[in-house]
């Protein structure tokens, strides 16, 4: 069995980050007048933002639009909109008391029209302790329309088992490929038969939803798995601006995994069959380097957090680029900034969908996760074979539905990876990394709400694509009064375990046909 995603008992907030959403400014004709404008007399609190700069506080300003210009390592650089080409270095400190980090707000907030919201940018500092100071000071000044901590969204904490290894056995592959474990015959994949996958794909019309755009936002997706190649219409991972580097591949093959369950290719004599055929879109909104997490009882280990600036890029572009469905299988215990709320009122008010993880925290007594409880969001539930909420799957009022959640094989990047590495003291006493959590490779069975929201998701493309309202809130009707009411749920129309019930796929479809 494979890792279950934690994050109760961890920081809700990233250390020594401030989100700064700027009031809207006139826009300019030029780069250059925009530039001028930044330059002129700062505002009390970006003021105070420059002392802090000055006094070596500020490690780096950047805008959460890709073309704004950053500030970092006392200068001011800007993004090459042509793919490959090396940033533009604008400035460099000199004998200019004021430096780049105030202006770069300014310059944000009057060449950034995309951001909902208002322009935003995140500011890094050097220390934790200096942020209340700046963040008070940000508040007070009226060019600035909101300043906030950042909330941290999680995957991977502690895991609470080790992956499976290997079967002796080996799939069907593809010429020139590798697949290590062999998932079950998909005639007796459990997820599919309790959701009634079959019945509904025998519905008379069906539509397996090629032109649905499902959004994975995740750890990334292996876009040549054998299972997945076919389906992946687009994949964005690469943030030249940003200090953590993103390659393409998914370490830790979270992303990998929903992405198969979603719309792993069907009936091709290998691995698993995904419930639908949606296009899927993967943004990768974690980047390469594993954080350090210390815990209460003395232990640490590095593992991976959501990049809060990839986040919000990759909402924004789903906004932008109307895609139907978004899944969110990440959770954190902070309410949304501004920015983040701003970002998700635009993506429904578009029209698009969004499906969230409840959360794998039941025996810390289910904290409220985010963004499952952001209004306007479909959250999901986690249950096992037997119809009963899973040990681990989060309650909570906000709850829509649930779905298998326990034991759910899907793919995994057929290269080598790990959930995060063990922390050990170093000769000075402080943390390093030491021995790896790696992962399955090809394929593997894992829990976690993470595993039950692609169903959901890809049941609510399969709606759409047979004829179903482009309308979140019509959606989530539907799918509420399509779902099973399981023994489990006493008779009852709605428990805060499992919603209005456990996804039934047939139900769902065939109430388009009445």
């Known amino acids: 069995m494979g890792p279950l995603f934690k994050h109760s008992g961890l920081p809700v907030y990233h250390e020594a980050m ?14 250059e007048s925009a530039l001028a404008v930044a330059r002129a007399p700062l505002s009390a609190g970006l003021q105070a933002l420059a002392f802090f700069e000055r006094a070596g506080m500020i490690k780096r300003v950047t805008p959460v639009s890709r073309t704004s210009p950053h500030y970092t390592s006392r200068m001011l650089v800007r993004p090459s909109t042509e793919r490959g080409a090396r940033p533009e270095l604008i400035g460099v400190l000199g004998d200019d008391l004021e430096g780049w980090s105030a202006p770069t707000l300014n310059l944000s907030a009057a060449l950034d029209q995309r951001t909902p919201g208002g322009a935003t940018s995140l500011v ?27 909330p941290t969204r999680y995957l991977t904490a502690k895991s609470a088992a080790r992956p499976s290894r290997p079967t002796t056995k080996k799939a069907k592959v593809a010429p020139g490929s590798r697949i290590a474990a062999m998932p079950p ?3 007796t ?12 794909r025998n519905l008379p019309n069906f539509d397996d939803g090629n032109n649905i755009k499902v959004a994975v936002l995740d750890t990334g997706v292996d876009n040549e798995h054998p299972d997945l190649k076919d389906q992946i219409a687009g994949y964005t991972y690469e943030h030249p601006d940003l200090p953590g580097a993103s390659s393409a591949q998914d370490l830790i093959g979270h992303g990998t995994h929903v992405a198969g369950t979603i719309a792993a290719t069907i009936n091709n004599d290998l691995g698993i069959n995904g419930i639908s055929r949606a296009s899927v879109h993967a943004w990768k909104i974690f980047d390469d380097r594993p954080d350090l997490l210390r815990y209460s009882d003395g232990t640490a280990e590095y593992a991976y957090f959501v990049d809060p600036v990839m986040y919000l890029r990759a909402l924004i572009d789903c906004a932008d680029q109307g895609v139907d469905v978004i899944n969110l299988s990440i959770g954190g215990g902070a309410p949304p900034d501004p920015t983040e709320s701003a970002a998700f009122e635009a993506v429904v008010a578009n029209g698009t969908t969004i499906v969230a993880a409840m959360g794998n925290e039941r025996r ?41 959640g326990d034991a759910i094989w899907s793919t995994l990047p057929t290269y080598p990876g790990q959930m995060g590495w063990r922390a050990e003291r170093g000769p000075d006493g402080g943390w390093r990394q030491g021995k790896a959590d790696v992962r399955e490779t090809d394929y593997d069975a894992w829990p976690g709400t993470s595993m039950a929201t692609p169903h959901v998701a890809a049941a609510v493309a399969l709606y759409l694509a047979n004829g179903g309202d482009r309308n979140p809130t019509t959606i989530r009707n539907a799918l509420a009064s399509s779902a099973d009411k399981v023994p489990a749920m006493g008779g009852r129309d709605f428990t805060p375990d499992f919603g209005y019930g456990r996804l039934n796929l047939e139900q769902l479809l065939a109430g388009l046909g009445q």
């Not at 401030?18 to 780069?31: A, D, E, I, K, T």
């Not at 500092?125 to 909101?146: E, I």
């Not at 409880?373 to 959250?379: L, M, T």
């Open 124 to 150: 890094e500092l050097a220390s934790d302790g200096d942020v209340r100071q700046l963040q008070l000071a940000l508040a007070a000044d009226p060019t600035v329309a909101s300043v906030s901590r950042v």
């Open 364 to 404: 810390d007594g289910s904290p409220i996760s985010y963004p499952a409880a952001i209004p306007g969001v479909i959250a999901v539930g986690a249950t096992n074979l037997q119809d009963r909420i899973t040990n681990f799957s989060n309650r909570g009022n906000h709850i829509t539905i649930a779905a298998p």
């Open 185 to 187: 015959p998909v005639r």
């Open 18 to 31: 401030l989100f700064v959403q700027m009031r809207p400014q006139p826009q300019h004709g030029s780069f």
């Open 189 to 200: 994949m459990w997820n599919l038969q309790k959701i009634k996958w079959s019945e509904a």
